[in-house]
């Protein structure tokens, strides 16, 4: 009976260290922490997305209950003219006042950012801060935390990349044709549209994520060629946020299919003609020989009328 009280002691004594495991684990996975690209490219007079996401030790609350920013480096968040982004608009600097935005759900722990007609002096670098709030008036709490480990910095392009084109080396007459146009971007909320100088009826337009923030827009051209396509143009162009275009473009190379027509339509025209003279010539010849046995018919009735007179007279 006592090593059986023993062994149930032992047993009690696994199973709530075991428990006291799992609360611990799951006390330590809520942590301050944020996934943050470290730089990004960004078209001057266009816009881009930095992806963002965090967590922290509130466990699971609402957007109401968060309360998020972005701000310089190094500089404090609760001062105005320090922040590109603020739940209180009047704490955003005046020349990123309506250019930014968080497109994600701060209860969804997404906390990603949309900068618009990008200056070529939004270079940055920028973090990220969460606070969290208790009630309606968004009171503050002693809970807030600022990434400045996680920041990112914008790296500023002027001139748009030119698109890139994918297509077979010749085409065929009659033959569906495929070209694919595809360039790449970081404003995925307002993505370059690309556009051909062809016939639109069959083009499909994708759009993906490559990595970090960098994503792809691909229109893809099928057509049938003519034989007047050859040495044709085919131009896609690429046009970007804020109005800058780029384009590329290549001779397009058909393939005639032979036709035989010059020789086959001349030869049977010959061989139809030949063969419609022969049928005439025959029937020519056969009502000639018709007409011949009818003068010879009628050449012996003659005769023997001639005969059957000349033999009476002699009587």
């Not at 260290?17 to 266009?46: H, M």
Request: aromatic share 8%; glycine share 6%; net charge positive.
């Amino acid at each position: 009976v006592t090593q059986r009280r023993s062994m149930d002691k032992e047993a009690k004594f696994m199973i709530t260290c075991l428990i006291f495991a799992v609360i611990c684990s799951s006390v330590s996975s809520d942590e301050w922490k944020a996934t943050v690209v470290k730089s990004i490219d960004a078209l001057v007079g266009s816009c881009v997305v930095v992806p963002c996401s965090f967590s922290h030790t509130g466990g699971n609350l609402p957007t109401s209950r968060l309360r998020g920013m972005w701000h310089y480096k190094g500089k404090t968040p609760d001062t105005k003219g320090n922040n590109i982004f603020h739940s209180d608009a009047t704490l955003i600097k005046d020349n990123f006042k309506d250019r930014t935005q968080m497109l994600g759900q701060l209860g969804q722990n997404n906390c990603t950012l949309e900068i618009t007609q990008i200056r070529n002096h939004d270079n940055g670098p920028f973090c990220f801060r969460v606070e969290l709030v208790k009630g309606e008036r968004n009171e503050p709490t002693k809970d807030m935390f600022s990434f400045v480990e996680d920041c990112v910095e914008l790296n500023m392009i002027t001139d748009p990349g030119e698109p890139t084109l994918i297509q077979p080396m010749a085409a065929t007459q009659g033959e569906p044709y495929t070209a694919i146009c595809s360039v790449m971007h970081t404003c995925p909320s307002h993505a370059p549209t690309l556009t051909w100088n062809w016939k639109t009826e069959r083009i499909i337009v994708y759009h993906r994520l490559i990595h970090s923030g960098n994503w792809e827009t691909q229109s893809i051209l099928t057509f049938i060629p003519e034989e007047k396509d050859d040495n044709r143009e085919l131009t896609c162009t690429a046009g970007f946020n804020g109005g800058q275009t780029s384009s590329s473009k290549f001779t397009l190379n058909v393939k005639r299919i032979e036709s035989y027509n010059h020789i086959i339509i001349p030869a049977v025209v010959g061989i139809g003609t030949a063969l419609l003279f022969g049928i005439f010539c025959i029937f020519m010849a056969k009502k000639y020989k018709n007409r011949i046995a009818e003068l010879q018919n009628q050449e012996g009735t003659m005769w023997n009328r001639l005969s059957r007179l000349s033999r009476r007279g002699r009587r």
